[in-house]
């Protein structure tokens, strides 16, 4: 039981983890509001892999600092299924805020913006379309009103074509695909400006292995 606790709470962490705004859309979907933008949470699975912390150096005692908030983020992650959509919402935005605090103090300035580039660079891998609906990334990048009504329209499209695939290999596939369509579709909605201003907040390429939970369409390696 513990076991099957400790795979829901990293399959929903990564949900977050590697596109937050998707997360949300499914959310909004399912009538819950606005969604929970989760740094924090998203940020913090990945710190707790082996890959992400040889690339950050973190210390035997920052390592244990990060486990430790983990088992917190699990314990704060119990019982929110339980809660309506309004309360999850809020719930889910005080964990993000909380986690966010607790890793400034664990991390120093040059580990945290690497952790954020890493986190980065899986959100835009996994869904390039829902990352730049992130109103501060939006802000950043200068998205126009036009360009956001355009990157909605191609979300929407995407994630309805997602929601109804099995979670067998075909439908890991077939993800994928839609996936790499919908990030080409978004890529021509921004100027070269905006690419290089993006690419620049994603920092080197990570190339470690990130490993991931069995959920939605399998275990996933990078």
Not at 153 to 175: P, T, W
């Amino acid at each position: 039981m513990k076991r099957l606790m400790h795979i829901a709470w990293a399959a929903a962490v990564v949900a977050i983890a590697v596109c937050p705004a998707w997360a949300q859309e499914q959310q909004r979907q399912r009538g819950g509001g606005r969604g929970f933008g989760a740094f924090g949470a998203g940020t913090l699975y990945l710190l707790g892999q082996k890959s992400v912390q040889e690339e950050l150096k973190l210390s035997d005692e920052q390592v244990k600092k990060v486990t430790e908030l983990q088992e917190k983020q699990r314990e704060a992650f119990q019982g929110l299924r339980d809660l309506s959509p309004e309360e999850r919402q809020t719930k889910m935005q005080e964990i993000a805020k909380a986690q966010n605090e607790a890793l400034a103090k664990v991390l120093d300035a040059k580990q945290l913006k690497r952790a954020k580039q890493i986190a980065l660079q899986q959100q835009v891998r996994f869904g390039l379309a829902f990352v730049l609906t992130n109103d501060e990334l939006a802000k950043t990048l200068q998205i126009t009103d036009e360009q956001k009504q355009k990157i909605q329209e191609i979300r929407r499209s995407a994630f309805e074509e997602m929601r109804d695939l099995g979670r067998d290999e075909e439908g890991r596939k077939k993800r994928e695909e839609i996936r790499n369509a919908t990030n080409e579709k978004v890529n021509g909605v921004l100027t070269a400006e905006q690419k290089a201003k993006l690419k620049e907040l994603q920092g080197e390429p990570f190339k470690g292995e990130i490993q991931f939970p069995p959920f939605g369409g399998g275990r996933r390696n990078r």
